[in-house]
């Protein structure tokens, strides 16, 4: 999402920190060149302005132009105002009974699927949450919203087929909440393209009568400066309590995550990274702030891997490779934890300085469709062939082409890299040097490289 700004930036500190002495000129150069960023990062004009402003006023004392290391405590003055301005700490949900969440913004923003998300969310925090759905004009969002339910085994209120009355919905929602032992009732409601003033009365009344604990602005973060009249519209009308940020995974700018929280005074609480329903995390303003200036989010990482890996089959699976029984079975089974993680460029992208690492890498090194191609020439082969590689010979791997929809070469390549792989992971040796090479961005960088030129995945 912010990897332009996050290059811009880069350049720009980079600059700054080859500098020997610092002077006011130096500071106002580099300034304005992170204001124009900001700006082309689609960062609403008053919110950079006075960010800038309050950078630069920390940057001008005597104890920073004479320190020894001037350019990073700058960096540093930026890191905390960026914070700041994201919203300093995450602020989590009320979830006091009787809680109820009113989930309000534009049509195509995000609303019915980050719903759908919370409660999956919230069900594996122990709670038991309802979905409610009150998009009373789009029939086929309420079909969504019960398909999306099904999927994560969630209870849904659904409304009659033609039912006008959204407080009457609303109120027949909540006694099925009581009667299913509901602890978090989630309203999805309908948006628009444009706000008016129909779809703001309704959510007024219905606001009014539901008495939500949070009302959450689900905004696009694609939306750009019209994200900040966005909010504080539904702001004014209904007092939102917090936002939830939608497609972060995209090639938007994202000016709106630095802008919303500033200009409304209300948290950023969740961040929405993909399209599947468990790819919603909590937002941590100095986590991003750190991804945006290139130190990578660990934290996050890691929660992420711990969240969607079997620790049992990884621990299964690493014994087998120290024993040097690694077989292609287990390489299925290690590319579908891979693809359980969501697209590698997302995931490794919360990586300190993959942005430098990845210009590195091969073209198409992160692609997924590789993976996929890989993972049906294995599932080609029979259980014999890959329990034993070794007998895959010219007609089996003939047939295992076929059968795949792969070329002979691609097969044959396959295979003689998996068997390089296997004498490398019996090999303590060379085993050791690689995990070794994973502590820290140029040995990661390093190895990327290898696996983007060793392996057609």
């Given at each position: ?223 750009g400066q019209q994200a900040v009249s966005v909010a504080k519209h ?224």
């Amino acid at each position: 999402m912010f990897s332009a700004l996050s290059d811009s930036l880069d350049k720009t500190f980079r600059n700054l920190r080859g500098v020997g002495k610092i002077s006011e000129k130096n500071i106002t150069d580099a300034l304005r060149e992170i204001r124009i960023a900001l700006l082309e990062a689609d960062v609403e004009f008053g919110v950079a302005k006075d960010l800038i402003a309050r950078v630069k006023e920390a940057s001008m004392g005597e104890e920073v132009l004479k320190s020894i290391k001037p350019g990073e405590q700058i960096v540093k003055f930026f890191q905390d105002e960026l914070t700041r301005v994201l919203g300093g700490d995450n602020v989590p949900l009320d979830l006091n009974p009787p809680a109820r969440i009113l989930m309000v913004g534009l049509n195509g923003a995000g609303k019915t699927t980050t719903s759908a998300k919370l409660a999956r969310r919230l069900k594996k925090e122990g709670r038991r949450p309802l979905l409610v759905a009150c998009d009373l004009y789009r029939p086929a969002a309420i079909d969504q919203l019960v398909t999306l339910a099904g999927q994560i085994d969630v209870p849904v209120f659904a409304p009659d087929r033609g039912e006008t009355d959204l407080l009457k919905v609303a109120r027949e929602a909540i006694a099925y909440g009581e009667e299913k032992g509901a602890t978090v009732l989630i309203f999805d409601t309908a948006g628009r393209q444009e706000i008016d003033d129909k779809l703001i009365e309704e959510l007024k009344r219905l606001h009014a009568f539901i008495k939500p604990k949070e009302t959450m602005l689900v905004a696009d973060a694609a939306t750009g400066q019209q994200a900040v009249s966005v909010a504080k519209h539904f702001d004014d009308a209904v007092g939102i309590t917090g936002i939830i940020l939608t497609k972060l995974d995209g090639d938007a700018r994202g000016g709106a995550a630095l802008s919303m929280r500033e200009v409304t005074g209300k948290p950023i609480k969740y961040a929405g990274e993909g399209e599947k329903l468990d790819q919603l995390m909590e937002f941590h303003p100095s986590r991003m702030a750190d991804r945006i200036l290139g130190m990578g989010d660990i934290v996050s990482m890691v929660e992420s891997v711990a969240d969607k890996v079997n620790e049992a089959d990884a621990m299964r699976s690493m014994k087998r490779m120290q024993e040097g029984k690694f077989d292609f079975n287990d390489f299925l089974d290690q590319m579908k934890m891979i693809q359980n993680l969501g697209p590698l460029e997302g995931l490794l992208g919360l990586m300190p300085g993959f942005n430098k690492i990845k210009k590195q890498l091969p073209a198409g090194a992160l692609d997924n469709s590789k993976l996929k191609r890989t993972e049906a020439i294995v599932l080609s082969m029979t259980p014999m062939e890959r329990s034993r590689p070794e007998i895959i010979k010219g007609s089996r791997r003939q047939r295992i082409a076929a059968g795949s929809g792969a070329s002979i070469v691609q097969v044959n390549q396959l295979i003689k890299q998996f068997g390089e792989m296997r004498k490398m992971m019996r090999n303590p040796g060379k085993m050791k040097n690689m995990m070794k090479q994973m502590g820290g961005a140029g040995g990661m960088g390093d190895m990327m490289k290898g696996l983007g030129g060793k392996f057609p995945f």
